[in-house]
């Protein structure tokens, strides 16, 4: 068959680098960028077959997120604007390991047979494809496009740069049959957000929240963004800086994931910024974590990371809930029941856990890696996820969104601007402005500010929400990181045996110990997370446990 003989010959144009394997892992491919040829052509292919089997649009997004700049990367984004489904993950690990052409031919025509996807190109389909600012990523962009022709009926639209979240709400928008530009992107957020100001109930718009925000792009593709975003923006002063242009090296000391890890400013915040409040996004700008600088003789922040906007965007939500819910509201004959879930994992703070239990919010945890998280959040009414280090958004389920559009009508006829009818509009709002594909670092931004400026809250405020348990994080070089395996959302090491026993024994020794390691998805180590009620103890759960973990699997380099 012609397409077959098309695909044996456009993969033969890529052959695998010797000696290497790669894994879908916890978000994709991730590799330095010089061997990623063969894996990026051979993702495009993956792609091209979902989007025939969907028989819907699909992404493919080109980035290596808060790696290096000389790694990169390529993910796959469902029709739903989500992460791949996991079911195809096995075969996209086949497909980019399958030794040469022909097995590789071999492999899909099979998988195509037992999934009935049509290889002739009787059907057609397209993919829109996305690429962070990594200098990589043009040329690999390119071998997407050959991976794509390569599928007979499937067309490649190049949407250009774009930030991770962009991409995924545009495939999600392009198969719902809505308007899905970047502009579009733009207008969305901007006007839903412009709604949030605007129903700031007024006697509070006197504790109007001071002074700008000040953003840090981490070098990457998100600051550029921002920049675009803000003209359309009124009711926020923003300032933008490690945009990537004068000089600074993509998350080199730099982006959200620098600033939750160390603890530290980012490179370009100093002594002039003590006390203003800023954000850092990371490189492909799905995650966000707010910060502080708390001295002008060093650069130690108070921290406002994943688990305290999760909790900000659940305090506010409840708080809408509960006003179209309140018994004595007559104007409305039944309330909007809602079954409002939050979900974490295992590196969520255990403070943050206790506060968000205390306000009476059901809290469930899944494995780490947000497929599993948005999976999770999808099952409520209204799902909150977010992983401590800033990668999380809300989700509203379509029978939720419906009811709430129906109730927002019945109140704009019985009592138009009463607090009921203002609750309605403003959770309406929440469901236009955070991504409901994926999270989202701007839109994620202007929620949190629309939610401070509700509630009238300095960062200082918000930070005090609840106090995070002093906690440690480490990486560990080990010969084999496979050979540790999880279970209970990670909390629990089952093989090696006897290894779970030591890290307990290490944990009891310390006032409100916690430590949990697993084997990393996007990197090759063992992350140990330990924490405790004082920094030293959590220090030393941390150095303790990787010494463990270094003797039992051998070659331990404890490195931050
Ligand atoms: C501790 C940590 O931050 N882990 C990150 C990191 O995964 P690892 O599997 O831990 O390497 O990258 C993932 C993708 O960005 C993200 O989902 C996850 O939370
Ligand atoms: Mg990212």
Redesign the pocket.
């Known amino acids: 068959m012609a397409a077959i003989q098309n695909l044996l010959e456009a993969s033969s144009l890529f052959p695998i680098p010797s000696g290497l394997s790669f894994s879908y892992?916890?978000?994709g491919f991730r590799s330095d960028a010089s061997v990623l040829s063969s894996t990026v052509f051979r993702s495009a292919v993956v792609a091209a077959l979902r989007s025939l089997a969907t028989g819907a649009t699909v992404g493919l997004m080109i980035t290596a997120?808060?790696n290096p700049v000389g790694d990169n990367g390529v993910k796959i984004a469902d029709p739903d604007g989500g992460m791949m489904t996991q079911r195809w993950e096995p075969f996209a690990d086949r497909v980019a390991n399958a030794p040469d052409p022909h097995s590789l031919v071999q492999l899909i025509v099979q998988f195509a047979e037992e999934e009935d996807i049509p290889l002739g190109g009787m059907k057609s389909s397209e993919i829109l494809l996305g690429r962070d600012t990594r200098p990589s990523g043009e040329a690999l962009l390119e071998d997407a496009k050959k991976g794509i022709s390569a599928v007979a009926g499937v067309v490649a639209v190049d949407m250009g740069i774009l930030t991770t979240p962009q991409l995924h709400w545009m495939v999600r928008s392009r198969n719902k049959g809505m308007k899905a530009s970047e502009f579009d992107y733009f207008s969305q957020i901007a006007n839903s957000f412009r709604c949030l100001i605007d129903l700031v109930p007024k006697e509070l718009l006197k504790n109007k929240v001071e002074g700008k925000l000040i953003v840090d792009g981490a070098n990457g593709v998100g600051g550029g963004k921002l920049e675009e975003l803000k003209v359309m923006l009124t009711g926020l002063e923003i300032e933008i800086r490690n945009v990537g242009r004068d000089g600074g090296v993509l998350n080199e000391g730099v982006g959200a994931?620098y600033v939750?890890?160390e603890k530290v400013a980012p490179s370009g915040f100093g002594s002039a910024d003590v006390g203003t409040r800023c954000a850092s996004l990371d490189g492909d700008a799905?995650?966000l974590v707010y910060f502080r600088v708390l001295s002008p003789s060093s650069n130690t922040i108070d921290l406002v990371d994943g688990d305290k906007i999760l909790s900000l965007f659940a305090v506010f939500i409840k708080e809408q809930l509960s006003i179209l819910n309140k018994k004595e509201n007559k104007d409305i004959a039944s309330g909007l029941p809602a079954r409002l879930g939050i979900v974490q994992?295992a590196?969520a703070n255990g403070a943050s856990t206790d506060y968000l239990k205390q306000l009476g919010l059901e809290v469930v945890f899944t494995p780490?890696?947000?497929k599993y998280l948005h999976k999770k959040a999808s099952e409520y009414d209204i799902g909150i996820y977010f992983?401590?280090?800033g990668?999380g958004t809300v989700l509203f389920s379509e029978d939720f969104i419906s009811r709430l559009e129906a109730k927002q009508k019945e109140l704009a006829s019985s009592c138009a601007g009463s607090e009921y009818h203002n609750a309605a509009l403003r959770l309406l709002a929440v469901t236009q402005l955070i991504n409901q594909a994926v999270g989202d670092a701007l839109s994620g931004l202007l929620l949190v500010e629309a939610v401070l400026q509700y509630f009238g809250w300095s960062i200082q405020r918000w930070s005090e929400l609840y106090h995070d348990l002093p906690s440690r994080?480490l990486k560990v070089k080990v010969a084999d990181r496979t050979a540790v395996v999880t279970a209970n959302a990670e909390t629990q090491v089952v093989k090696p045996l006897g290894l779970q026993a030591v890290i307990d024994a290490e944990t009891v020794k310390h006032s409100r110990g916690r430590c949990f390691i697993?084997?990393?998805?996007?990197?090759d180590i063992i992350?140990v997370?330990a924490e405790a009620s004082t920094q030293e103890a959590a220090d030393s759960l941390a150095q303790s446990v990787v010494q463990h973990v270094a003797s039992v699997l051998g070659s331990g380099n404890p490195q931050k």
């Open positions: 892992g916890t978000a997120s808060h994931d939750q890890k799905d995650r994992t590196y780490t890696g947000v992983e401590a280090n990668h994080q697993r084997p990393s998805g996007t990197e992350r997370y």
